[in-house]
């Protein structure tokens, strides 16, 4: 099956390094910080990597088992949709910038905040719309890495067999050897001219991989 590189930034690895939690799931959307996931399918493996004081890391590793909607699996596993692109029919009621029933767009922008229509009263809504009162919601004990990265999650692709999450050095030597997908060629990563990786080239997609780059990042676990 296929391999897949996303970044993960420091500020969100931060929150996960040292912890010793095993990945269970990566998140897709329409942003750098998440790009879309859409070509990945079940059985496939996606690899989150960084730079860290220029240098490059595989942190994890997770193969697909299930692909949902964001929304759905943090519901389910964690009790709190963490800003995450709500269905059509959802409005979410809301304590901050006088804006009580905020109904929300598929690209998971407050209405208020685009100049569109906002609902000041729950019986203004449209009808068959669910309100979520966020207030009102528990947490279910889950991981941090577990909380998307990034707001505006679209989508959830979760296993059950992850690797910890931590820092996996890849030297600078491997660099040039390592070649992913890039229109319909396989190319090399962008480097600067002391040999380290451009972030620029791993940031805002995912990249798939040659079949020598997966093994070699299978390798560093």
Known sequence: MAGYMIYWSKEYLDKLIDKGEKMSVVYGGYSTQLPSLKKVKKGDTVYPVTLFRND?????????????????YLMRETGKP????????????CTYDDAPYIPRDKSGR???RTNK???ETIEELPEGTKVMILEELTDKPHKVSQEPPADLAAFALSGSNGSEIKLRDVSDEKIPELLFMSGKEQKPLKTDKNGKIVITSILGNSRLMSEHTKAYFDSLF
């Open 56 to 72: 490059f890391y595989v942190v994890g590793r997770l193969t697909i088992e299930n692909i949902e909607s964001a929304f759905d």
């Open 82 to 93: 963490y800003d995450c692109i709500f269905p059509d029919d959802y409005a979410v009621r």
């Open 110 to 112: 407050h209405f208020y």
């Open 117 to 119: 229509q906002k609902y």
